[in-house]
């Protein structure tokens, strides 16, 4: 599961608090709000974790093909 900072939580409650107010014109808590973040965290989070894996994943992959060109680059030839 994934684990936020306490400070981390408590904006993303006032978000989701703002949020509820401004769109749905619903007032909630500071309880309740933290708990729709974990209810939203411990459901979906893991979708959105795994995307940034994903990508970074893709980031990385790109650079060694960048860095795998560069060497092939640089190879001297060999002449026997």
């Known amino acids: ?3 936020l900072e306490r400070a981390q939580k408590e904006t993303l409650a006032v978000a989701i608090q703002d949020y509820m ?3 749905l014109s619903v007032e909630i808590g500071q ?3 933290e708990f729709l973040v974990d ?3 411990e459901k979906l989070g893991a ?3 795994n ?3 994903e990508d970074a994943k893709f980031v ?3 650079r060694l093909l ?3 060109d560069e060497l092939y680059e640089i190879e001297q030839p060999v002449q026997l």
């Open 1 to 3: 599961m994934i684990k």
């Open 21 to 23: 107010q401004d769109e």
């Open 31 to 33: 309880f309740d709000s």
């Open 39 to 41: 209810f939203i965290t």
């Open 47 to 49: 979708i959105y974790y």
């Open 51 to 53: 995307k940034g894996i």
């Open 60 to 62: 990385i992959e790109r």
């Open 66 to 68: 960048e860095a795998s």
